[in-house]
């Protein structure tokens, strides 16, 4: 698939990148930032909220310098074709664990919460067909879907979490800030894992044709997962107090207390709904940027080859990602930071230095010339 045949619009992509972001984060968010900041982790998105605009900044500088390239791309530009590949297979292997991880995020909640009897295995392999099929239609057809399916998943979302304050009680976010303000923050680094994911429009903007309203929908979606993330918190805390901070699947548990009458129950299905939405769209968004580093770092004509040998590869990573709910937990909590922070925004501002550097010798060669 050639570049220049490829558009899509800067809204696409941002109605994309936000369930991208926050879909794994709006089941386990409060149980992972409930441990480290208690009833003030409803404050830590706004400190988690400076990464990801630091995230979309560096892509979008790194794009001015090359408007038709990702940074797979650039990366053999800037650093040298020998040291650039080896970047590029530290990050085609670091975006497949990472695509496997969430593969396996999602495998563990389905499995555990609802269809017990099933493999794990079968659950992981239905998701990763499904997504390996609309990769196949290509980058517009994933910025379509991610645009007809962003409404199905946004105002039900919202709809549930203001029928939960019904149930809430604003007493459990007292005292506000009962430790100074630094547990809230470091929620907020916790939090870093998810914004830091918003470097990944740097594989779309090659295809966007009006660069500056890529850095604006950049920002609105860092916002909007920012206000999102805050709601769900609150939500969580107002309604399930301190118990949130140790309940496996937080949201879950408080979308259990929602009954009103006979005719509104088991919303939680409503809730699977909403999420396996949002996943899907995580897991195609991530699968697609995987196959287009291999192609990329490979030299590939056409990617669509690379579809399903990746797509097994993707099955086995989820296998290998953890065995547990309580292991994926300690891996969000004390590695994914570090994780996310080195691949999404140190690589790339180290990157983005070099490339400036560069720039200013080979201008200060030609104005002495």
């Known amino acids: ?24 984060g709006i089941i386990n968010l409060p149980l992972i930032t409930g441990q480290v900041a208690k009833q003030d982790a409803w404050i830590s998105p706004i400190w988690g909220s400076f990464i990801g605009v630091i995230a979309v900044w560096i892509a979008y500088q790194l794009n001015k310098s090359f408007p038709d390239k990702s940074f797979i791309q650039y990366s053999e530009v ?87 304050l019904i149930f809430m009680h604003p007493k459990n976010i007292l005292p506000i800030m009962e430790r100074g303000i630094l547990p809230s923050i470091k929620g907020g680094i916790v939090l870093s894992s998810w914004y830091s994911e918003l470097f990944l429009i740097s594989f779309f903007l090659p295809y966007i044709k009006e ?27 107002f309604v399930l107090g301190r118990f949130s901070f140790y309940a496996v699947t937080p949201l879950l548990t408080v979308v259990r207390y929602i009954s009103l009458g006979e005719f509104f129950q088991h919303v939680e299905a409503g809730l699977l709904a909403i999420w396996l939405i949002g996943t899907f769209i995580k897991i195609t968004t991530l699968y697609y940027i995987v196959i287009k580093v291999a192609s990329q770092w490979l030299n590939l004509p056409d990617e669509k080859t690379l579809i399903f040998p990746l797509g097994f590869l993707l099955l086995i990573s989820s296998i290998w990602a953890s065995k547990s709910v309580q292991q994926v937990a300690s891996f969000i909590l004390h590695y994914l930071p570090m994780y996310h922070f080195t691949f999404f925004i140190g690589i790339p501002f180290l990157i983005l230095i070099i490339n400036s550097v560069k720039n200013k010798v080979l201008k200060g060669k030609q104005s002495s010339g």
Request: net charge positive; charged share 10%; glycine share 8%.
């Open 1 to 24: 698939m050639s570049a220049k045949k490829i558009n899509i619009s800067a809204s696409q992509m941002g109605l994309l990148m936000y369930p991208s972001v926050i879909a794994t």
């Open 78 to 164: 800037v650093v040298g074709k020998f040291i650039g590949k080896i970047i590029g297979f530290l990050y085609l292997f670091f975006l497949l664990h990472i695509n496997g991880f969430v593969v396996r995020e999602y495998t563990q909640f389905v499995w555990g919460s609802f269809l017990n009897d099933t493999p794990m295995i079968i659950i992981s392999a239905i998701m990763i067909i499904f997504s390996a099929y609309a990769i196949y239609g290509g980058l517009e057809v994933i910025a379509r879907l991610g645009q007809i399916l962003f409404p199905f998943f946004f105002f039900p979302l919202c709809l549930l979490l203001f029928i939960l």
């Open 211 to 237: 660069k500056s309203k890529g850095l604006k929908w950049g920002i609105y979606t860092g916002i909007l997962i920012t206000f999102t993330f805050m709601f769900v918190n609150l939500v969580t805390i």
